[in-house]
């Protein structure tokens, strides 16, 4: 246990996630930043087979055999006398709510590009959600040891898409077979890339001639003239716009020849943002939890189920936003529910510690049986309410059954289990004994049923429903709402917070039911507390 004061050791957090396209090379760079931390002695490599596909984040059997990540993890490791909180997202579309929710729990975040593709349309949705929140951008601009498009058409891009300023704090040597190193525009100094070769090279002057062995004078001379259009044509990096999230620092290098990925994690110590104010509610009033308040409280931004399989476990993932917290604190609610919280989770990954004390930045898994759920906020006093976290409505609904007509309890527990986790959506009609799972896409519906044979040992068969659209409905009158679902029986489920839906067939039905019944609100997104 540290002499530090808890305020002291909120500053010394630094919680970011991870952001990409597909295949930009995410999960690969998060194995090589826990390398370069020293946290682990084997980085795993997504397209790597044996041992090497063995990689800390991806933890689920559909991960390593699929090679993505399909949810979110969190790895808690020391460095530089930083306690980092990575946070790693799913890259795949289909998983963008999970994802979401994620970034709330983030301070800052790092962008993976593709040094040949730019900008793909997965980042992009990424970025947004992180401009939302005004979450500082640091770039990583990857897979430069392969064939890339100029430096200066990448950093443009940035520049021109994402509406950022851009500042290269190091500028590459060529790209592919001719990639040769990495200069630091900030302290003069060449770090030279040598094929084949896992230990790292010292920088060196670029008026080094032991340099001549690692970089060509044709490449020198381009990486000098590059240098000098770069010097005039960006400007200079402000700690201060960076973290207002208007301008991102940029690194190069090669996650996979772990290339430039020490001095990614040098940079997101020194310059990432420790934990800062949140704001949250107090009965009417609203108030900025500050890190180093006393009072312990936090927001659960995720839900995970069967972590061990073996114990069915289910843990809350918890942001802690304020506060000391001790192994043993009985934390509430806003609705007055009350644990205490005895064996408190650090994560690595799908491996755990029991967390004796934990501080504002940190990330806690709290095991629960349905106590929890995605959205709900924790304090000592049990009054104070963070925002809520969105869901949004699915745009891919099946009906759900099981192969074994005996099984449909079964299958009903391990639909409720896994929709809690806030991934999928569960409706239940009104009317009828049948299931209907909500999803973003058809990913969703895959990983549901390989995790429901892998976990629960039962064979489920999703087919299609005569719904295609699910809204949310509201109204200022208890009597118009329950007159409308009255009239619409058949159409009408509850979400698993009991939240009424209406389920149509099309866009247009409503439409044609908003024009029909003004007094109700049809809502694609609702927030649950």
């Given at each position: 246990?540290?002499?530090?004061?808890?305020?002291?050791?909120?500053?010394?957090?630094?919680?970011?996630?991870?952001?990409?396209?597909?295949?930009?090379?995410?999960?690969?760079?998060?194995?090589?930043?826990?390398?370069?931390?020293?946290?682990?002695?084997?980085?795993?490599?997504?397209?790597?087979?044996?041992e090497?596909?063995?990689?800390?984040?991806?933890?689920?059997?559909?991960?390593r055999?699929?090679?993505?990540?399909?949810?979110?993890?969190?790895?808690?490791?020391?460095?530089?006398?930083?306690?980092?909180?990575?946070?790693?997202?799913?890259?795949?579309?289909?998983?963008?709510?999970?994802?979401?929710?994620?970034?709330?729990?983030?301070?800052?975040?790092?962008?993976?590009?593709?040094?040949?593709?730019g900008?793909?349309?997965q980042?992009?949705?990424?970025?947004?959600?992180?401009?939302?929140?005004?979450?500082?951008?640091l770039?990583?601009?990857?897979?430069?040891?392969?064939?890339?498009?100029?430096?200066?058409?990448?950093?443009?891009?940035?520049?021109?898409?994402?509406?950022?300023?851009?500042?290269?704090?190091?500028?590459?040597?060529?790209?592919?077979?001719?990639?040769?190193?990495?200069?630091?525009?900030?302290?003069?100094?060449?770090?030279?890339?040598?094929?084949?070769?896992?230990?790292?090279?010292?920088?060196?002057?670029?008026?080094?001639?032991?340099?001549?062995?690692?970089?060509?004078?044709?490449?020198?001379?381009?990486?000098?003239?590059?240098?000098?259009?770069?010097?005039?044509?960006?400007?200079?990096?402000?700690?201060?716009?960076?973290?207002?999230?208007?301008?991102?620092?940029?690194?190069?290098?090669?996650?996979?020849?772990?290339?430039?990925?020490t001095?990614?994690l040098?940079?997101?110590?020194?310059?990432?943002?420790?934990?800062?104010?949140?704001?949250?509610?107090?009965?009417?009033?609203?108030?900025?939890?500050q890190?180093?308040?006393?009072?312990?409280?936090?927001?659960?931004?995720?839900?995970?189920?069967?972590?061990?399989?073996?114990?069915?476990?289910?843990?809350?993932?918890?942001?802690?936003?304020?506060?000391?917290?001790?192994?043993?604190?009985?934390?509430?609610?806003?609705?007055?529910?009350?644990?205490?919280?005895?064996?408190?989770?650090?994560?690595f990954?799908?491996?755990?510690e029991i967390?004796?004390?934990?501080?504002?930045?940190?990330?806690?898994?709290?095991?629960?049986?349905?106590?929890?759920?995605?959205?709900?906020?924790?304090?000592?006093?049990?009054?104070?309410?963070?925002?809520?976290?969105?869901?949004?409505?699915?745009?891919?609904?099946?009906?759900?059954?099981?192969?074994?007509?005996?099984?449909?309890?079964?299958?009903?527990k391990?639909?409720?289990?896994?929709?809690?986790?806030?991934v999928?959506?569960?409706?239940?009609?009104?009317?009828?004994?049948?299931?209907?799972?909500?999803?973003?896409?058809?990913?969703?519906?895959?990983?549901?049923?390989e995790?429901?044979?892998?976990?629960?040992?039962?064979?489920?068969?999703?087919?299609?429903c005569?719904?295609?659209?699910?809204?949310?409905?509201?109204?200022?009158?208890?009597?118009?709402?329950?007159?409308?679902?009255?009239?619409?029986?058949?159409?009408?489920?509850?979400?698993?917070?009991?939240?009424?839906?209406?389920?149509?067939?099309?866009?247009?039905?409503?439409?044609?039911?908003?024009?029909?019944?003004?007094?109700?609100?049809?809502?694609?997104?609702?927030?649950?507390?």
């Amino acid at each position: 246990m540290t002499d530090l004061p808890f305020e002291a050791e909120a500053k010394r957090r630094r919680t970011f996630a991870i952001i990409s396209h597909p295949d930009a090379g995410k999960t690969t760079l998060t194995e090589n930043l826990l390398f370069a931390a020293g946290a682990v002695r084997l980085a795993g490599q997504v397209r790597a087979r044996g041992e090497n596909r063995r990689t800390s984040s991806d933890w689920m059997k559909i991960e390593r055999e699929r090679g993505i990540s399909v949810s979110s993890s969190v790895m808690t490791f020391e460095y530089r006398d930083c306690m980092v909180n990575l946070l790693d997202t799913p890259g795949h579309e289909d998983f963008s709510e999970d994802t979401y929710r994620t970034l709330t729990a983030a301070d800052s975040a790092v962008m993976v590009l593709d040094a040949a593709k730019g900008i793909e349309p997965q980042t992009l949705k990424l970025f947004e959600v992180c401009r939302l929140r005004d979450i500082p951008i640091l770039t990583f601009i990857n897979k430069m040891d392969r064939e890339a498009q100029d430096p200066l058409e990448i950093l443009d891009e940035v520049a021109n898409k994402l509406a950022l300023d851009v500042v290269p704090m190091q500028w590459p040597a060529g790209s592919g077979a001719r990639f040769s190193g990495i200069q630091n525009l900030t302290s003069d100094l060449f770090t030279p890339f040598a094929k084949g070769q896992d230990e790292p090279i010292a920088p060196m002057k670029l008026d080094d001639p032991a340099l001549e062995a690692y970089l060509s004078d044709e490449v020198r001379e381009e990486l000098v003239d590059s240098i000098e259009l770069a010097d005039g044509g960006f400007p200079e990096f402000a700690l201060q716009s960076y973290l207002e999230g208007h301008m991102t620092p940029v690194y190069f290098g090669s996650a996979l020849r772990k290339f430039g990925v020490t001095e990614l994690l040098d940079a997101l110590v020194e310059l990432a943002p420790a934990p800062s104010e949140v704001k949250a509610d107090l009965g009417a009033n609203e108030v900025l939890q500050q890190p180093g308040g006393k009072e312990v409280s936090g927001f659960v931004f995720k839900v995970q189920a069967n972590m061990d399989p073996n114990h069915r476990d289910r843990i809350a993932f918890t942001r802690l936003c304020s506060g000391q917290f001790r192994r043993g604190m009985k934390l509430r609610t806003i609705a007055g529910k009350a644990m205490t919280v005895s064996s408190p989770l650090m994560f690595f990954a799908q491996d755990r510690e029991i967390a004796d004390t934990a501080y504002a930045g940190d990330v806690i898994g709290i095991p629960n049986h349905g106590v929890l759920r995605v959205g709900d906020s924790l304090s000592e006093s049990g009054k104070l309410q963070y925002p809520g976290l969105p869901n949004f409505a699915p745009e891919l609904l099946r009906r759900a059954r099981p192969k074994d007509p005996m099984k449909a309890k079964h299958l009903r527990k391990a639909l409720e289990s896994l929709a809690e986790e806030g991934v999928t959506q569960l409706f239940k009609p009104m009317i009828g004994a049948e299931m209907i799972l909500g999803a973003v896409g058809a990913l969703q519906i895959e990983v549901t049923a390989e995790r429901i044979a892998t976990e629960y040992k039962l064979d489920v068969i999703f087919e299609p429903c005569p719904y295609s659209v699910a809204r949310w409905i509201t109204a200022k009158d208890d009597a118009a709402l329950e007159s409308f679902a009255d009239r619409h029986k058949m159409q009408m489920a509850e979400d698993g917070d009991g939240a009424p839906v209406f389920l149509a067939k099309s866009s247009w039905e409503i439409n044609y039911a908003q024009e029909k019944f003004p007094d109700i609100s049809f809502t694609a997104t609702r927030e649950r507390r």
